[in-house]
């Protein structure tokens, strides 16, 4: 197989490159998943893609091969669906809350898998934070499909998932640069679409992206701008939180543009031990839970079918926690 084709197409810069259609991107991605592709190639369709940017059907294609590629889990028994929280960012300066975010659900019997990296590259990560807390990584996909049925909480790490696009994702460590697989590792739900995927972008352009590639795939999702990338809410002012499901995105939560009145009590330092440590007395009732965390935690208690409406469920997530509900604002944003 010529890989000089593609890269004729894509590596034109980001004025005179081609997208590839939905098909030639889906048989490039695998062959690239597969280690088919010698360095040299390998690196200019990587690199080319970086400059030009992923239209939406590129990621549709890439998406499609890696999840031929994918180990595939059972959705629990019952009708709330599970929730999944990529984690692949850590904490480098604000205090990395979701493992908050996954005990929380987890505490209202709403399954959790969360899949991520196990390295931090100098960062603190889910992991290390869930370490601190006593839930370790699973080591196998059936591992994670247990500990998801009798504990209602699994973390996976990405290597079990998907090794093609782990080994795709640890190129940035040798070219310097992201890649696709950055973004389609936010986009991975294990249950074949049946989960809840909370889905975190940095940027406006992946946050739009992100949005019509579920819109597309009739998916279900929670839409938010993420903490250093991370999938909770910024517990200091609430991103826009949007809800897309069956064709449609609706907004839960408006984004928070006003001046903090007061700061939230939130962790002295970044640490995996603080982080844990304050996690627990969250749990414990012993702090409050921030109120831009609650508001997630409503959404996801609607998006799973815990709650029938977003009322109900910012009224459950108030007499759990004590926070007080924020008004939400169902304004259709697409379709």
Partial sequence: MSYAQ?????????????????????????AMLDGGLPDLELGAILLGLRVKGESLEEMLGFLAATEDRTQWMQR????????????????????????????MLQRFGVPVLVHGLLEGFGRITTGHVFRELGVLPSTSINQAQTALEQRGLAFVPLSAISPGIHNLLALRARMGIRNSAHSLVKMIDPFRGEGVLIAAATHPEFMELTRDVQLTLNRTA???????????ANPKRRPRLEYIHE???????????????????LPEAIDASTTAAWIRRVLDHQLPLPKPIANQLACCLLASGYAEDLNQAKAIVAVETG??????????VGN
């Fill in 76 to 103: 629990p028994h019952g009708r709330v669906r599970p929730v999944v929280l990529p984690t692949y960012n850590g904490a480098r300066k604000e205090a990395n809350l979701t493992p908050l975010l996954a005990m």
């Fill in 323 to 332: 926070v007080l509900p924020t008004n939400g604002s169902q304004a259709l």
């Fill in 222 to 232: 929670i839409l938010l701008r993420g903490t250093e990338g991370e999938p909770f």
């Fill in 247 to 265: 064709g449609q995105c609706d907004v839960l939560f408006e984004a928070e543009h006003d001046s903090l009145r007061a700061l939230p009590n």
């Fill in 6 to 30: 593609y890269i004729k197409e894509i590596g034109r810069g980001a004025q005179g490159a081609r997208d590839l259609p939905m098909e030639d991107a889906k048989r490039l991605y695998a």
